[in-house]
């Protein structure tokens, strides 16, 4: 009898040792599960600032590289023979007092249908330069060619005549208002201004 129950305590032993060892293993395997979700939470973390950080890091170069591109669009002291003037990138509105009544006006690249500048001044004709829409026989009928502009606030400048096709001199012109440079890099341009009670073109390509 003592055998048979030293044989049951045994088992028994044997028994609750072995539930023992499978609480604490599966107990162990619990903790290695949640320190592998940690892992890879972490990991997915990581992952999500690299990936923000990236993105920030592309947006700005992105948005510094196009300062970069207007800036050098929009600025060409080069091809300007001016003492005081204002350039502006083409895709910008300019509000100036061309005629000298008090009144700004509004200056703009008509890109619709082909280029054409126009200026626009409350309760007046809208003025029209380009796209074959000649306000004078003076002003140039297409200002495709134009890539730059600016406003200039010098008293005088110089006109280059042309006759024919052909130059046959120069001569001074008084700029008694703020007025407009359209122009080509390397190739000259002209300005608009406002004299003898109209605008006119004053020509300034060879």
Same mark, same amino acid.
């Given at each position: 009898?003592? *055998? %048979?129950?030293?044989?049951?305590? $045994?088992?028994?032993?044997?028994?609750?040792?072995?539930?023992?060892?499978?609480?604490?293993?599966?107990?162990?395997?619990?903790?290695?599960?949640?320190?592998?979700?940690?892992?890879?939470?972490?990991?997915?973390? $990581?992952?999500?600032?690299?990936?923000?950080?990236?993105?920030?890091?592309?947006?700005?170069?992105? !948005?510094?590289?196009?300062?970069?591109?207007?800036?050098?669009?929009? $600025?060409?002291?080069?091809?300007?023979?001016?003492?005081?003037?204002?350039?502006?990138?083409? $895709?910008?509105? %300019?509000?100036?007092?061309?005629?000298?009544?008090?009144?700004? !006006?509004?200056?703009?690249?008509?890109?619709?249908?082909?280029?054409?500048?126009?200026?626009?001044?409350?309760?007046?004709?809208?003025?029209?330069?380009?796209?074959?829409?000649?306000?004078?026989?003076?002003?140039?009928?297409?200002?495709?060619?134009?890539?730059?502009?600016?406003?200039?606030?010098?008293?005088?400048?110089?006109?280059?005549?042309?006759?024919?096709?052909?130059?046959?001199?120069?001569?001074?012109? *008084?700029?008694?208002?703020?007025?407009?440079?359209?122009?080509?890099?390397?190739?000259?341009?002209?300005?608009?201004?406002?004299?003898?009670?109209?605008?006119?073109?004053?020509?300034?390509?060879?």
């Amino acid at each position: 009898m003592r *055998q %048979i129950n030293r044989a049951l305590e $045994s088992m028994f032993t044997a028994n609750k040792q072995a539930r023992v060892l499978l609480v604490n293993s599966t107990r162990m395997s619990s903790i290695l599960i949640l320190i592998f979700f940690s892992f890879i939470s972490c990991k997915n973390d $990581s992952n999500e600032e690299i990936k923000t950080y990236t993105l920030e890091y592309n947006t700005s170069k992105k !948005e510094s590289e196009l300062e970069q591109i207007n800036s050098s669009d929009c $600025s060409h002291p080069e091809y300007f023979q001016f003492e005081k003037y204002e350039e502006y990138c083409l $895709s910008e509105t %300019i509000y100036a007092d061309l005629n000298g009544n008090g009144i700004l !006006e509004k200056i703009y690249f008509d890109n619709n249908d082909c280029r054409r500048l126009i200026i626009e001044e409350n309760d007046e004709d809208l003025i029209s330069i380009g796209c074959n829409m000649e306000q004078t026989s003076r002003f140039p009928n297409d200002l495709g060619w134009a890539n730059l502009w600016c406003v200039v606030y010098d008293q005088v400048t110089v006109e280059v005549l042309v006759q024919d096709g052909e130059l046959i001199g120069e001569r001074t012109v *008084q700029l008694t208002q703020p007025s407009l440079f359209v122009g080509k890099e390397e190739a000259g341009g002209g300005i608009v201004t406002y004299r003898n009670g109209e605008y006119d073109w004053v020509h300034q390509s060879d």
